[in-house]
């Protein structure tokens, strides 16, 4: 039932490009505009707690108040946060350790201490959204001196630093405070981050405001008096507002970007999430022709990903067939069209496999922010080659997830954000339940391939991820459609140090500054 | 006179109003098929654990027993919180009261000024007026509020940037802000209010100037001035108000949809939203305050017949 | 049915009606009229404008729109529908039940109505799709029964009237059963009321359910659904704001087209109970052209030629008289005659849309035909007015004191306390027992002479010349009817006031006035002083009626009604209007219109055989 706990990271850095969007200043009528950054969120964060917040999504309410232990840059390298050393102790990425900064403060006063951090850890390895995945490894956390925090794993953890960043939320700090009663955190913030939330100034669901936290360790870090983020779910309100200077940024939908231009927004994007649906059951509980090998392969045969890709994302998007991104450890080039549309091999596949005349199958897609759009033009392209699609749409993430975890549908929509193959392997490829594995489909030879790849040194674990990925997408578990971009339009004549890139979040805590 | 007399006595009467909303909801809600219990132990609890907190929500009791705790628990002001962010009902509903009363009120007053007035119009000058006003209610009842919204955002807030795109401005934060963030949605909830009322206006004007008192005033020389607003529209006001009573309440109807096209937090989107994500408190919260919104509409609507109306009054 | 060929002569109802059938017809019939499937995508026509292939354009997916407005109509009236059957039958069951039975089933009925009625529908609506995710059809069968007490309270008040009429209690002692006459007897009756409630009802249920699907409540994407096309439309404005029309538009037109058609069906209901007031009017007969002598010197009022009409139709014709000052002048005649429309047109205070079209009034030498700010003037200062049923007559909502200040201070500028003490100083004139507690009063809270009283004080309050009383004891008991002609006598006498009274009762007149007039079919028939016209009638029309009055039968005579009716204005003939019922009556009468004559001196008649009944007369 656990519809929030359910909800598992990635799938909102894709949520991010449709939804995460700002709009500053107006709320005063523009008198302080420069010193209020006003933030749009086409979502509400689903609670505020930042280990149980929805990673992409979710980013902007959580970084501003809490500060993480390490930091990820827009060039993808690993920087200083609250941590200002770390690194793997031994061989086999199994233990980590930490030095934590000095004299840091939470925003209530507490001081940030290596039992703080430890008990944080703890409380996210043990409650947090990504438990039962990302941070499954981790068998313990302990100080081992006054600002030295120990992370034990029990298998190898390869990425224990990305997970630690403000992208993946498993290392922002919270106070003992609020660890005393974590049901306060979904309305309040207990953090180490630059602001803090300002609880008589928001309305849950519709607007945040974050004020300056007057403990912060690095003052030239707060650039604004006052952030606020305003949710809008509808995607042109959201776009509106920048160009109306009601808002300074938001998240574009692909073709939202010429608008957006032409109306003299700057706009930038990078590669963040593909998309596709995810072919579930393969062991063909629900679905019988799932089982077969040659029906996914069908599946992926039968898409037209030219045609979708161009329709949905335009410029914004690349047809792909895998679930990585250029610059990712498990890109494989090649594998960006290894399933050619061929709806005449599609058909061949089928009736091989004993299907010549299709079938029917049942499938959950989730409503929010037009991702429905791709799995109904997917379904629709099915149909030609004989195959029958009922959805359900989910008008929530949390439902959506909910009934993707309750296996009662053998394909599934998605959306999902482009990681360190070790945290997408967790997902989707090990036999852990997960709502892209609601299953927990297992592939013995899969599972030795990954195993390896966690263990081994840095410099090899490519190469090992690449032949993980090659067979995933050879045993056609999903169709992955199109990779996309997250777009943002802000207004550039106010706005300073907006970046995107691949896998990172324009950063509001620290780099979104006035020009 | 018998004012204080009649607020109680209808406060009594709409006791039953209260109750039956409230167990209704309280029926309707716990069909729901899952368990808030399961939501908020979560998915790694343990069986005990779980016992625990369907112990601590009163959900192993039965169904009369556990109503009558929730109500216990609402004269005591506790309402519960969300099952989502965990913020008190009470405080959530607190901090969108303000909007949904913002719109509701504002379009009542807009609807009845404006309504009354080309109500009023159209009765003296009827021909053009009245056929136009005849068509705007015609167009104001059709149009859906949620379409309706749409365009006037497209004209007046994309296109001519006159009023905000979204959002709300808290009136004692910004009273300028506060009335520009009102205006388009109340123009997308009053279009069809004002022509209701118009039509009422109308109707009861003429209705009343054909009645025997008004000629017996203009016989005998009263100022015709006097007869239209003293006479004419203190007789008409009667089923004015009883129309802009109903009208209140129905609005709410429309202030779901406006809400949320204008991404404003009010009562009545996040009863839209807790409906969605199937956050019972809130939803029960939601009715709740709604409920008795409605009973103090009722009321105003009694206070106004006996300000109007002597026969009630002295009765 | 006759409503049914009503209804289709109103272009209105014509065009609503041809708009739903086209749009049911349509739905029904999408695959054969769409070109492309609601689901067949065209990926490189995304959010096309409409083109020959899609002639309403695109979606996000390419998508054709007409086709996704089509097939997105089936679910829509199916939700329609549902709503439908569940408000009807629960609003038509409980409706018939509470006005039919009465009693404690109407009571319970009535209080559970009222409380569904004061529940936001659209809360509860979404309370149950909380219960029942997606479910459509529960939610609009909810909102059916929620929207049921107005149907209920309509058709409730509509059987009451019903049982109360004499063929259901006929029905009734025949033995038919309760149901067999509600459905019979009463539901029939009730067919067309609801259908109005029924069309206006599906109009807002269009809407909700449209509602609906814009929150994502409805039907599943990618299944087209009317509320759908809206929320799609609104996820792409910025981009593709045509999309807004198809997505709206037939929403609008089919909102718009459910209540003309309900306004509609009302109006040629409302018609088919008042046929003969709408017929078509006959061209108005012609006037018997009469010279209009000059204003007697002295009189007070002098009202010349007067014609009066309603809605086009002449309703009083040339009417003559005067009114000399202190002089009271009686006019007398059956219901539909003219009198008070005679005695309003003095004012220049036609009910309804009728107006003064021809003659003269001058009053104390004044023209108030002419002049309208005289005529204002006159109202009240000179000529006052008290009218027939004293209990309607006063401002419901306002005291005595202020409705009589008001008219105090109108005409003599004094201050709030003058004024009062001049209300009080009518009230006691007029003879109201205790005019402190009376002024402080509501008009619900007097009696019926009581009001009357305060009425001939509120006619005194600008000191009028002329009072013109409009049958003014005909609502009132026979006792008080004397009380207040004697209030009337002494008045006069007291004041030396001008009185022209409205009345059909000869007593009044035998009572109160000097001169009578005569009035039939909008004319003047006679005129004479009282003791001359009670003695020796001039017109048929008089003798009848004074042959018929119950003061004479007290002479031993048995009492005699005149056969026939007042014939309505359209039905006016040519010749003498009374001719139909007069048992004098010859061709003569009936060839040409008769013209008011003086057989004798003071006495005018509007008759060519005035010799017969006078030796007839004579008989008596």
């Known amino acids: 039932m656990s519809r929030h706990r359910a909800v598992v990271g990635m799938i909102s850095i894709a949520l991010v490009t449709g939804s995460v969007a700002a709009c500053g200043g107006g709320s005063t009528g523009g008198s302080n505009a420069a010193e209020t950054l006003t933030v749009v969120a086409s979502a509400a964060p689903a609670t505020l707690d930042p280990v149980k917040a929805n990673v992409g999504s979710d980013n902007w309410f959580v970084n501003l108040a809490y500060d993480t232990l390490l930091r990820l840059g827009p060039d993808g390298d690993v920087q200083p946060g609250l941590a200002v050393r770390w690194g793997y102790v031994g061989k086999n990425n199994t233990t980590f350790e930490l030095k934590l900064r000095e004299g840091v403060k939470f925003a209530d006063g507490t001081p940030l201490t290596a039992q703080a951090v430890a008990a944080s850890l703890d409380y996210a390895r043990k409650n947090g959204l990504n438990a039962a995945t990302w941070s499954s490894a981790i068998e313990s956390v302990t100080a081992t001196g006054p600002l ?146 040659r029906v996914r392969q069908a599946l992926n045969y039968a898409v037209d990903r030219q045609a979708i890709t161009q329709a949905i994302f335009k410029e914004y998007g690349q047809p792909t067939t895998q679930l990585s991104l250029p610059g990712l450890d498990g890109y494989v080039p090649d594998y960006d069209n290894r399933y050619p549309y061929d709806p005449a091999k599609a058909k061949k596949l089928l009736a091989e496999a004993g299907y010549p005349d299709g079938f029917t199958l049942r499938a959950e897609v989730q409503g929010v922010n037009g991702f429905d759009l791709l799995p109904q033009a997917v379904f629709q392209q099915w149909k030609q080659v004989g195959v029958t699609v009922n959805v359900v749409t989910d008008t929530t993430v949390g439902a959506f997830l909910s009934n993707a975890m309750s296996k009662s549908f053998p394909a599934l929509g998605f959306a999902y954000g482009g990681l360190p193959t070790y945290l997408t392997s967790l997902d989707w490829m090990l036999p852990h339940a997960s709502p892209f594995n609601p299953f927990a489909s297992q592939d013995p030879k899969l599972a030795k391939l990954l195993e390896s790849a966690a263990s081994a040194p840095q410099a090899r674990q490519p190469g090992l991820y690449r032949e993980a990925m090659r067979y995933v997408v050879d045993q056609a578990w999903f169709v992955a459609v199109s990779r996309q971009d997250q777009i943002f339009a802000f207004d550039g004549k106010k706005l300073d140090g907006v970046t995107v890139a691949s896998g990172y979040l324009p950063d509001l805590a620290w780099e979104v500054k006035p020009r | 006179m018998g004012a204080l007399r009649l607020v109680i006595r209808r406060l009594l009467a709409s006791m039953p109003l209260l109750f039956l909303t409230s167990a209704l909801t309280f029926v309707l809600v716990s069909l729901v098929p899952g368990d808030p219990a399961r939501t908020i132990a979560g998915q790694h609890s343990t069986a005990e654990q779980y016992r625990l907190i369907r112990g601590q929500l009163g959900l192993d009791q039965p169904l009369p027993v556990q109503y009558w705790n929730w109500l216990t628990q609402v004269f005591r002001g506790d309402l519960g919180s969300s099952l989502f962010s965990g913020e008190a009902v009470t405080s959530i509903l607190q901090n969108r009261l303000p909007v949904s009363l913002s719109l509701i009120l504002a379009s009542t007053v807009v609807s009845g000024l404006a309504g009354v007035a080309l109500g009023l119009l159209s009765a003296r000058r009827g021909g053009v007026l009245m056929k136009i006003v005849d068509g705007l209610a015609l167009f104001g009842l059709a149009a859906p509020p949620f379409w309706l919204a749409l365009l006037v955002i497209e004209v007046f807030a994309v296109t001519l940037r006159w009023f905000p795109v979204t959002g709300y401005v808290p009136l004692e934060e910004d009273p300028g802000g506060w009335a520009g963030s009102l205006v388009l949605p109340v123009v997308s909830i009053a279009l069809g209010a004002v022509a209701i009322i118009a039509k009422q206006t109308r109707d009861s004007v003429l209705d009343t100037m054909n009645r025997d008192f008004i000629r017996v005033m203009q016989a005998n020389g009263f100022s015709p001035r006097s007869i239209l607003y003293r006479h004419i529209l203190r007789n008409a006001a009667l089923p004015i108000v009883t129309v802009l009573g109903v009208l209140m309440v129905s609005l709410l109807g429309a202030v779901v949809f406006v809400e949320t096209v204008f991404a404003m937090p009010g009562v009545a989107s996040l009863t839209q939203q807790a409906t969605v994500q199937h956050d019972i408190p809130v939803i029960q919260g939601a009715v709740l305050y709604i409920t008795v919104f409605v009973i103090v509409v009722n009321l105003v609507v009694d206070l106004a017949y006996v300000r109007l109306d002597p026969r009630v009054r002295t009765s | 049915m006759k409503t049914t060929s009503r209804l289709l002569r109103r272009p209105a109802a014509v065009v609503a009606v041809a708009w739903l059938v086209l749009l049911t017809v349509a739905t029904a019939c999408a695959p054969l009229i769409a070109a492309h499937g609601p689901l067949d995508q065209d990926l490189s026509h995304v959010l096309a404008l409409p083109s020959a292939s899609h002639p309403l354009g695109t979606d996000s997916l390419g998508r054709d729109l007409l086709s996704r407005l089509l097939y997105g109509g089936q679910p829509a009236l199916l939700a329609v529908a549902e709503a439908l059957v569940a408000h009807l039958v629960v609003g038509v069951t409980l409706g018939l039940v509470a006005g039919y039975l009465g009693g404690w089933a109407d009571t319970l009925i009535t209080r559970v109505g009222d409380l569904l009625f004061a529940l936001p529908a659209i809360i509860i609506v979404l309370v149950v799709l909380s219960v029942f995710p997606g479910n459509l059809h529960a939610a609009m069968i909810t909102f059916g029964v929620l929207g049921s007490p107005g149907l209920i309270r309509v058709l409730r ?420 209007r009374f001719a139909a019922r007069c048992p004098y009556a010859g061709d003569d009468c009936r060839a040409a219109p008769v013209a008011l004559t003086g057989p004798a001196p003071a006495r005018l008649t509007r008759c060519l055989h005035v010799e017969e009944l006078v030796s007839e007369g004579a008989r008596l």
């Open chain 1, 148 to 293: 030295t925090v120990r992370i034990n794993c029990s298998t190898p953890h390869p990425v224990l630093p990305l997970l630690l960043d403000q992208i993946q939320l498993v290392g922002s700090v919270i106070s003992p405070k609020g660890l005393a009663d974590p049901s306060k955190m979904g309305a309040n913030s207990f953090g180490a981050g630059p602001y803090v939330l300002d609880s008589a100034q928001s309305a849950s669901g519709d607007h945040y405001t974050y004020t300056p936290n007057p403990n912060y360790w690095d003052k030239s870090r707060i650039h604004w008096k006052k952030v606020v983020i305003k949710v809008v779910t509808n995607p042109s309100s959201a776009l509106d507002a920048v160009k109306t200077g009601q808002a300074d940024l938001t998240a574009l939908v692909a073709n939202q970007a010429d608008t957006a231009k032409s109306s003299g927004l700057a706009v930038i994007n990078a590669p963040i999430a593909f998309a596709g649906v995810n072919l579930a059951d393969r062991d063909g509980t629900l679905a019988k022709p799932l089982a077969d090998v």
């Open chain 3, 157 to 576: 008040s509509r059987t009451l009237g019903i049982r109360q009429e004499m063929y259901v209690a006929a029905a009734r002692v025949c033995g038919l059963s309760d149901a067999q006459i509600l459905l019979r007897h009463v539901l029939p009756r009730l067919t067309s009321t609801v259908i109005v409630q029924a069309a206006l009802f599906s109009a807002v249920a269009v809407i909700i359910q449209a509602g609906l699907g814009f929150l994502g409540l409805g039907a599943q994407p990618p299944a087209p659904s009317w509320g759908g096309l809206v929320a799609d439309a609104s996820q792409v404005i910025d981009r593709d704001p045509w999309m807004l029309v198809p997505a709206g538009v037939p929403l609008v037109l089919t909102v718009v087209a459910l209540s003309m058609l309900g306004d509609a069906i009302r109006d040629s209901a409302v018609e088919s109970w008042s046929v003969s007031k709408l017929a078509t009017a006959s061209a108005p007969p012609p006037v018997a052209k009469e010279h209009a002598e000059a204003p007697v010197p002295g009189a007070l009022l002098s009202v010349r030629d007067l014609t009066v009409e309603i809605d086009g139709v002449p309703v009083v014709q040339g009417v003559s008289f005067d009114v000399m000052p202190g002089e009271t002048l009686g006019v007398v005649g059956e219901s539909g005659c003219g009198k008070s429309v005679t005695a309003l047109g003095v004012l220049g205070l036609v009910p309804g849309n009728g107006r003064v079209t021809g003659g003269r009034v001058v009053f104390a030498g004044t023209d108030l035909t002419a002049s309208p700010t005289e005529l204002a003037r006159v109202r009240g200062s000179g000529i006052a007015y008290v009218s027939q049923d004293p209990m309607v007559a006063l401002d419901p909502t306002f005291t005595v004191l202020s409705q009589l200040r008001e008219a105090v201070r109108r005409h003599s500028g004094a201050n709030r306390e003058q004024a009062r003490e001049r209300v009080l100083e009518l009230l006691a004139m007029v003879g109201v027992p205790d005019p402190e507690g009376v002024a402080g009063r509501y008009p619900h809270q007097l009696s019926g002479g009581l009001a009357q009283r305060v009425l001939i004080a509120l006619a005194l309050a600008g000191r009028p010349k002329l009072l013109i009383a409009d049958e003014p004891t005909t609502a009132l008991d026979v006792s008080v009817q004397k009380e207040i002609l004697t209030l009337l006598h002494t008045l006069q006498r007291r004041t030396g006031i001008a009185v022209l009274i409205v009345t059909h009762d000869w007593g009044v007149v035998a009572t109160l006035c000097h001169r009578s007039l005569v009035m039939y079919a909008g004319q003047v028939v006679e005129q004479a002083d009282v003791e001359s016209m009670f003695v020796r009638p001039l017109h048929p029309y008089t003798a009848g009626l004074l042959a018929a009055n119950p003061h004479r039968a007290a002479h031993g005579h048995a009492l005699t009604t005149i056969p026939g009716t007042v014939p309505s204005p359209r039905e006016w003939p040519v010749g003498c």
